[in-house]
C-alpha cells in the first residue's frame, strides 16, 4: 500500500495528477479545476506548464489532450546516457564557441527527441529544450537524422502518415549533400535552428544530432557557414569520443 509523503508538494501532485487524467481523455480548464479542487487559474497554469513540456498538448476546441511525452513512445535506437554523457562538455564549448543555446537530439520513429540543452548567456535566447519532443521532419536535428536513414526505411516509418513524402524526400537530399539541416520557424515562430548529424562509430547511420537554436532576428546567412563549421566540429568530437569510449 501507499501512503502519501509526508511532505508532499501539493503542486507537484496535482501537475502528475493531471499528466494521468490526460491519458484518460481530453480535458478542459473548467473540467481539471473541478477533479483536482483548484481554482480555474491554478488549472490553467498546470496545463500550459505540461504544455511546454510537451505532456500536454491543446487542441482547436480548447481542450487539452496528452502530448508526445504522455504517449507511447517509438523506441530510441542510441544509449541515451552515455550520448548525454559524453556530449555534455563538447555542448558547452560548442556554447562557448557560437553564443547560441545548442541542443542534442535523437531519433524516435517520426519524432526528435532533445536529450540536453545547454543555454547561452544572451539575454534574448533559446530556452532549455532538455526533454521536448518535435516533429523529426520539422526539427533540424531531426531532418539531418533522416537524411541518413535508407529510403526504405524513411518509407516505412512515414507510411500512413500526412507527411509530404515526395518533398521530404526532395529536401532530405539537400540535406544529405550540404551536410547540415536548417529549421526556420517551422516548430516556433521567431526560432531558427541549424543541425548536424553525429556518426556513430562503426555504424552505418548516425548517433544522434547537434544543433544550434537561436532568435530568428539573429540568424545571419553570412555567419551560416561558422556555425555549420562549429557544428561538424562537435560532431566529430563527440563521435570520436563515443569510439573512445
Not at 487524467?21 to 483548484?38: D, N, T
Request: proline letters at 7%.
Amino acid at each position: 500500500m501507499k501512503n502519501k509523503p509526508p511532505y508532499a508538494i501539493d503542486s507537484v501532485d496535482h501537475a502528475l495528477h493531471l499528466a494521468t487524467m490526460l491519458q484518460e481523455g481530453p480535458l478542459g480548464v473548467s473540467e481539471a479545476a473541478a477533479r483536482l479542487g483548484v481554482s480555474r487559474s491554478t488549472a490553467h497554469r498546470l496545463l500550459a506548464m505540461l504544455v511546454y513540456r510537451d505532456f500536454a498538448e491543446q487542441g482547436p476546441d480548447r481542450r487539452y489532450r496528452a502530448g508526445p511525452v504522455l504517449r507511447p513512445a517509438d523506441p530510441v535506437g542510441a544509449p541515451v546516457a552515455l550520448l548525454r554523457e559524453v556530449a555534455m562538455p563538447h555542448l558547452r564549448a560548442l556554447v562557448a564557441r557560437v553564443r547560441e543555446t545548442v541542443n542534442l537530439q535523437v531519433l524516435a520513429g517520426t519524432e526528435a527527441r532533445f536529450l540536453a540543452s545547454v543555454e547561452c548567456d544572451q539575454i534574448l535566447r533559446v530556452g532549455d529544450r532538455a526533454g521536448r519532443v518535435l516533429p523529426a521532419h520539422l526539427a533540424s536535428g531531426g531532418k539531418a537524422l533522416l537524411a541518413a536513414l535508407p529510403a526504405a526505411e524513411l518509407t516505412r516509418r512515414y507510411a500512413g502518415t500526412d507527411v509530404n513524402l515526395t518533398r521530404l524526400r526532395r529536401e532530405l537530399g539537400l540535406i544529405r549533400r550540404r551536410g547540415f539541416a536548417i529549421n526556420d520557424q517551422l516548430t516556433e515562430t521567431g526560432l531558427t535552428a541549424v543541425g548536424v548529424a553525429i556518426p556513430w562509430p562503426g555504424a552505418d547511420e548516425p548517433a544522434a544530432a547537434v544543433s544550434v537554436a537561436l532568435p530568428s532576428a539573429r540568424f545571419d546567412h553570412d555567419v551560416l557557414p561558422t556555425w555549420v563549421g562549429a557544428l561538424s566540429a562537435t560532431a566529430t568530437a563527440i563521435a570520436r569520443d563515443l569510439g573512445d569510449g
